[in-house]
């Protein structure tokens, strides 16, 4: 029996009938169309498919759509605003963060969180806040040094 949730994805509603087993990675991918959000592990150990769920970064492999019913859900598409890119994807750019890419919108995601909660954080930190993130292409360094670089930039703007 299929049961109807609704999902604030990006800003944006939805209203969905799936099956109770499914994943909220299933759903955003094959339901919404919104294939920014990576398949990988399908256990939870790769960080692929993180988005963040109610400001909190989580695997969306590992959440139940059901469990997400009437939440509000950040995905890669939506990190952009405008037009234009986020700082921290511009940063992944400049730094050539990006390797094969397949990693890359759960690391942005991730950075993103990270400085949004902590926006001057140390190399250590910003390696834990990514820790969840597997990435096979590169050692880290790149992606570490954009991030460093949004939270130098952050820390040069005025308060508004």
Request: charged content about 25%.
């Amino acid at each position: 029996m299929k049961h109807l949730i609704k999902l604030t994805v990006n800003g944006e509603e939805y209203e969905v009938a799936i099956e109770p087993n499914r994943s909220l990675l299933d759903v955003l991918r094959d339901d919404l169309e919104l294939t920014g959000t990576k398949k990988g592990c399908e256990t939870g150990d790769c960080g692929a498919c993180t988005v963040v769920l109610d400001g909190k970064t989580v695997n969306a492999c590992l959440i139940l759509a059901v469990s997400a019913n009437g939440k509000s859900i950040l995905t890669i598409e939506g990190v952009a605003q405008g037009g234009k890119l986020h700082p921290v994807q511009e940063a992944f750019i400049e730094h050539g963060a990006i390797q094969c890419g397949y990693c890359t919108p759960g690391m942005i995601l991730s950075a993103k969180s990270l400085l949004e909660e902590n926006p001057r954080p140390t190399e250590w930190e910003v390696r834990e806040a990514i820790a969840g993130n597997l990435c096979r292409c590169t050692g880290y360094v790149k992606i570490v040094k954009a991030i460093l670089a949004v939270a130098e930039e952050m820390a040069k703007a005025p308060v508004a």
